[in-house]
């Protein structure tokens, strides 16, 4: 703006503010989200018990954690009290929870460490927690999961992780060679109806958008990278 292309400087900030108003306020994080959490629908409980419940790390915030020596649940804490109510209603499934540390720097707090004392409290008995402690992401989610329980042939295994991020779950763990059965939590919209529904919070627009965007941005990553079998994975494909 201080030099001879002041003129382009403006049209340039217009342009981002306009940009970034349709991205606060418009339908467009709902647009982005909604085939994300709409792919798998919602587990039937109907075809019987599971021998085991997966549930995938992303709630914790293990800086927060460290320095206050306690565990701080940042988002998503569906992925918390969905297991602790599978835990009741079916005492003979195993309970695994996988999750290391996403930081680019190593440090030793990890998330599984944290999310045992949460389950614990939520009714779930420590002997019957199976704590994957090292994986960075949810392609090493799936292998070392796989390593941990080495799942049988016929048994039937839950996922439980965000809506949003049950797509790209349900392709790595396939491409793993690990058969389990979509469990979606943590919904970010109501569905079908608020599809073109506008907000007055820009925050909320903003963040639906962030949300899904960096979600698509990791399908299309991991499958240039082979890690899953499709784009955008489904019920029933590979």
Same mark, same amino acid.
């Given at each position: 703006m201080a030099?001879r292309f002041a003129?382009?400087g403006?049209?340039?900030a217009?342009?981002?503010?306009? &940009? &970034?108003a349709l991205?606060? +306020?418009s339908?467009?994080?709902?647009l982005?989200?909604?085939?994300?959490?709409?792919r798998f629908?919602?587990w039937?409980?109907s075809r019987g018990a599971p021998?085991g419940?997966?549930?995938? #790390?992303?709630s914790?915030?293990?800086?927060l954690?460290?320095?206050?020596?306690?565990?701080?649940?940042?988002h998503?804490a %569906?992925?918390?009290l969905a *297991?602790? %109510?599978?835990?009741?209603?079916? *005492?003979?499934?195993?309970?695994v929870?996988?999750?290391?540390?996403?930081?680019l720097?190593?440090?030793?707090a990890?998330?599984?460490?944290y999310?045992?004392?949460?389950?614990?409290s939520? #009714?779930?008995?420590?002997?019957r927690?199976i704590?994957e402690?090292e994986?960075?992401?949810?392609?090493?989610?799936?292998? +070392?999961?796989?390593q941990?329980v080495?799942?049988k042939?016929?048994e039937r295994?839950l996922?439980?992780?965000?809506? +949003?991020?049950m797509?790209?779950a349900?392709?790595?763990?396939?491409?793993?060679g690990?058969?389990?059965?979509?469990?979606?939590?943590?919904w970010?919209?109501g569905g079908?109806d608020?599809?073109?529904? +506008?907000?007055?919070?820009?925050?909320? #627009?903003l963040g639906k958008?962030?949300?899904?965007v960096?979600?698509?941005?990791g &399908?299309?990553?991991y499958?240039?990278m #082979?890690r899953?079998?499709e784009?955008?994975?489904?019920?029933g494909?590979d």
């Amino acid at each position: 703006m201080a030099t001879r292309f002041a003129a382009v400087g403006r049209k340039l900030a217009v342009t981002t503010l306009v &940009l &970034l108003a349709l991205v606060a +306020f418009s339908p467009i994080g709902n647009l982005l989200l909604y085939p994300l959490e709409s792919r798998f629908p919602a587990w039937d409980p109907s075809r019987g018990a599971p021998d085991g419940i997966i549930v995938l #790390g992303g709630s914790i915030d293990t800086d927060l954690s460290a320095a206050h020596r306690t565990p701080v649940v940042a988002h998503a804490a %569906d992925r918390m009290l969905a *297991p602790a %109510d599978l835990a009741r209603r079916y *005492p003979n499934a195993r309970i695994v929870f996988t999750g290391g540390s996403a930081n680019l720097v190593a440090t030793e707090a990890r998330e599984a460490d944290y999310t045992a004392p949460i389950l614990e409290s939520l #009714g779930i008995p420590k002997e019957r927690l199976i704590l994957e402690r090292e994986s960075r992401n949810t392609w090493e989610n799936a292998i +070392f999961t796989k390593q941990l329980v080495t799942p049988k042939l016929g048994e039937r295994w839950l996922l439980v992780t965000s809506a +949003f991020h049950m797509p790209r779950a349900m392709g790595i763990f396939r491409k793993a060679g690990f058969d389990v059965e979509a469990y979606p939590v943590d919904w970010r919209m109501g569905g079908r109806d608020g599809l073109f529904a +506008f907000t007055r919070n820009g925050a909320d #627009g903003l963040g639906k958008t962030d949300v899904a965007v960096r979600e698509w941005i990791g &399908l299309l990553a991991y499958r240039i990278m #082979g890690r899953t079998g499709e784009l955008l994975p489904g019920p029933g494909k590979d």
